[in-house]
């Protein structure tokens, strides 16, 4: 589909935050050697690329699994799998270290292109790879010699901010090195989830074949708590009885940003390598296209202040337009904005409600409930509600009302019910607009 001048220009206009909000941030992305053999791959390198202009400093770890494979298969050798681990002969690593030399000289070529009318043009980037990471042997698992496959022990995390600092891209690897000059076969996952953590990175973007996390109704979790997500993985591990199945890559992309969250990474993102522009719609689009594991929601419910008053004026224009809303000029919403409960989504207010006490008759009126079009359906509505009944608790409040003409069902639906004029508190009856004629609706507060 193709965008009108005026659709691009405020895609443009609403993803400025994100670029303000992103640059000189550090951001570790993996990339499987299934994601770099992808067709969609040279626009995930122009995306890249982009980032890079931007001012994020980036880190890439890439996988090499098909590609030595490929090799494998070619000089007829056969391989097993451990626990997700390959079993790593001399033979077998040999073409491991041919698979990611060949995929580094590959990533090497094509973030060094420049030519016109390309999205590359001008871009003018320098990457570094070395042996930042350090290894040792898994040894012997369940005993199971398992050769040249390794664990990573440690990343010289000052060494790589050194050239971030420089504006270069720092490019790893699968491998680890040992101080005595051993090569070890490591897990992509684990040198990404441990660099990341290491650098203290603000992201871990993890790229899957898949777009993100479904949930048992097939919908898209936009965003996963890591303890789920941990649960989730625990699930999995329990179904595995037989140590040769290699792991789902949902599973292992899952424990990767677990385990990351867990320890200090902020956000963790899975985004589909097959999607065109998943990477720029994950990171400058206020809900993306895949997954956001993080340790707490990004998303909360709070009391307003202030500097709301333009969110919830966004918000509620729509709903006045429709006559559902009675109208708030913005010094009316300045004046009582301490009234007011918003739904906050990454800096967005997405969801209002304002609560007006009369403690004469220990009786609070619920009013401009409000969720933004896009955010319906997923008890947005019900934990304002529930904020907004707790506070009325505290303030000693025994009942609420909320007179609405459109959204009754959805009131009642939540345990208010139909009530006469009479029943208002004698201030608010007097003030009652007959041409509106809304209904009135209470709700006792146990």
């Known amino acids: 589909m193709t965008l009108s001048t005026t659709d691009y220009v405020n895609w443009f206009r609403h993803s400025s ?44 770890v890439h996988g090499a699994r098909p590609q030595a494979e490929q090799r494998l298969q ?65 040894g012997v698992l369940d005993g199971i010699d398992m050769g040249h496959t390794g664990e990573l022990r440690r990343v010289d995390h000052e060494g790589i901010r050194r ?26 996952e684990e040198v990404a989830t441990r660099t990341a953590v290491a650098l203290k990175a603000d992201k871990l973007i993890l790229f899957g074949s898949k777009v993100g996390i479904h949930d048992s109704r097939g919908e898209l979790r936009s965003e996963l708590l ?6 989730l993985v625990q699930q999995y591990m329990a179904r595995v009885d037989d140590p040769e ?33 998943a990477l720029l719609s994950e990171l400058f689009t206020r809900d993306g296209q895949g997954t956001m594991v993080v340790s707490h929601s990004y998303e909360q419910v709070r009391p307003a202040n202030i ?17 559902v809303l009675v109208r708030r000029s913005r010094e009316y919403l300045e004046s009582e904005i301490e009234q007011f409960t918003v739904v906050e989504r990454d800096g967005a207010i997405i969801g209002c409600a304002a609560l007006y006490p009369f403690k004469d008759e220990a009786i609070g009126e619920l009013a401009c409930v409000a969720i933004d079009q896009s955010y319906r359906g997923g008890q947005r509505g019900d934990r304002l509600l529930d904020a907004i009944e707790a506070q009325a608790r505290t303030l000693g409040l025994q009942r609420l009302f909320v007179l609405t003409t459109r959204t009754a069902h959805w009131f009642v639906e939540r345990g208010f019910a139909a009530a006469d004029l009479d029943q208002l508190p004698q201030e608010k009856k007097a003030l009652y607009n007959f041409q509106r004629n809304s209904k009135v609706f209470f709700k006792p507060l146990a």
Do not use: W
């Open 17 to 60: 935050p994100y670029i303000n909000a992103h640059r000189g941030k550090t951001f570790v992305l993996m990339l499987s050697g299934e994601a770099i053999a992808d067709a969609n791959f040279a626009n995930t390198v122009h995306d890249i690329a982009l980032l890079n202009s931007l001012g994020v400093r980036l880190v890439l």
């Open 74 to 138: 070619a000089r007829g050798i056969e391989t097993r799998l451990h626990h997700d681990l390959r079993v790593t002969s001399s033979a077998i690593l040999e073409c491991v270290i041919e698979a990611v030399g060949t995929l580094r000289t590959e990533l090497e070529a094509r973030l060094s292109m420049g030519l016109a009318n390309t999205p590359m043009h001008g871009a003018r980037i320098r990457i570094c790879s070395g042996n930042f990471v350090t290894a040792r042997p898994v």
């Open 163 to 188: 050239l971030l600092d420089l504006n270069q891209i720092v490019l790893l690897s699968n491998l680890g090195f040992s101080p005595t000059g051993e090569v070890f076969n490591l897990s992509a």
């Open 226 to 231: 890591a303890e789920t997500a941990s649960r």
């Open 245 to 277: 199945q290699p792991y789902s890559e949902t599973a292992c992309l899952l424990e990767a940003a677990a385990t990351a969250c867990e320890e200090g990474v902020p956000r963790c993102h899975l985004i589909s390598y097959q999607q065109d522009g």
């Open 307 to 323: 500097e709301d008053v333009g969110g919830i004026l966004e918000l509620i224009a729509p709903l006045e337009e429709k006559g």
